[in-house]
């Protein structure tokens, strides 16, 4: 089965909706504690293609796929700035000056610099976070909360955590479903937002839209009572004995790739803590 999210409209292909959802929680578990440990650029670049590979196994809608390509260069982009504006390393190549200097006096203001080094340490640290983003996106799309939730209560986490966090998992698209809703019924009421340039243009449009917010979130909290309540009279316990139906059986193949992120992990973090 695969993971139905009507605002990406998404399938996974049946390879990918059939891999035991326990490896594909160590896989992003994996991803992440390399991506802490390597330090090296080609390093880091190859563990962000391995992290996107899986992807071509979604089936996705071309506002999707621009979706997931607009998060990826705006994480890229933003971290890239960020460091090379604030980078306090040594040496520094100044690219462009963003704002220049000025004496007051008694006092300078150094001004704002686009630095080489940072934009470079940037670089590297946003394939960190894209890698990551991307390997926990696919596991996502390509799982039922259903299976993602046997998954984790087989690699004992307790069943309260898995049922909430599954349930967190399943309110996003809905919220986002719901804030399309939103948005819709406004423009046919005549609403049209205006991005006017200066501070309270600005301003005006920010309000504007986090008014939007507040039907979806009473919505969401009128759903969270109502899974409350039917969990509650169904007699849910986190700490009863359960069962899951299909139960997960591992091939294989599944075994022997699991074994060697395993390895891989446990390698590479030796040659971390060993080596200088």
Same mark, same amino acid.
């Given at each position: 089965?695969?993971?139905? /999210? ?6 996974? *292909?049946? #390879? %990918? @909706?059939?891999?035991?959802?326990? =490896?594909?929680? +160590? !896989?992003?578990?994996a991803l ?22 899986? /992807? ?6 071309? *506002?999707? #796929? %621009? @979706?997931?390509?607009?998060?990826? =260069?705006?994480? +890229? !982009? ?34 704002? *610099?686009?630095? %080489? ?5 940037? =670089? ?8 990551l983003s ?49 948005r819709r ?92």
């Open positions: 089965m695969s993971a139905s /999210l009507s605002w990406t409209e998404s399938t996974s *292909r049946d #390879w %990918l @909706a059939e891999v035991d959802p326990r =490896l594909k929680i +160590a !896989w992003v578990a992440s504690l390399l991506s802490v440990l390597i330090d090296s650029t080609a390093a880091l670049a190859m563990l962000f293609a391995l992290a996107a590979l899986p /992807l071509a196994g979604l089936r996705l809608g071309w *506002r999707a #796929w %621009l @979706a997931i390509g607009g998060v990826v =260069l705006t994480m +890229a !982009w933003s971290t890239l700035a960020s460091q090379a504006i604030f980078y306090t390393g040594e040496p520094r190549t100044a690219l462009f000056t963003i704002v220049p200097s000025i004496d007051f006096g008694i006092w300078q203001f150094p001004g704002v *610099r686009f630095y %080489l080094e940072g934009a470079q340490y940037g =670089l590297v640290q946003s394939l960190r976070f894209m890698g991307l390997a926990g996106l696919t596991v996502c799309l390509s799982t039922s909360p259903e299976r993602l939730l046997v998954g984790l209560v087989r690699l004992r986490v307790p069943m309260g955590v898995s049922f909430m966090a599954m349930t967190a998992m399943r309110f996003l698209p809905t919220m986002l479903d719901e804030w399309a809703t939103v019924a406004r423009r046919l009421r005549g609403y049209r937002p205006r991005r006017r340039f200066g501070p309270a243009g600005w301003y005006q449009f920010s309000r504007d839209e986090l008014q939007l917010l507040l039907p979806i979130l009473a919505a969401a909290v009128r759903r969270a009572t109502a899974l409350a309540t039917a969990a509650s009279s169904r007699g849910f316990s986190p700490t009863a004995e359960r069962t899951f139906y299909p139960e997960l059986r591992m091939r294989l193949a599944e075994g022997l790739v699991l074994g060697l992120l395993v390895a891989a992990s446990v390698l590479v973090s030796l040659a971390k803590l060993l080596l200088p």
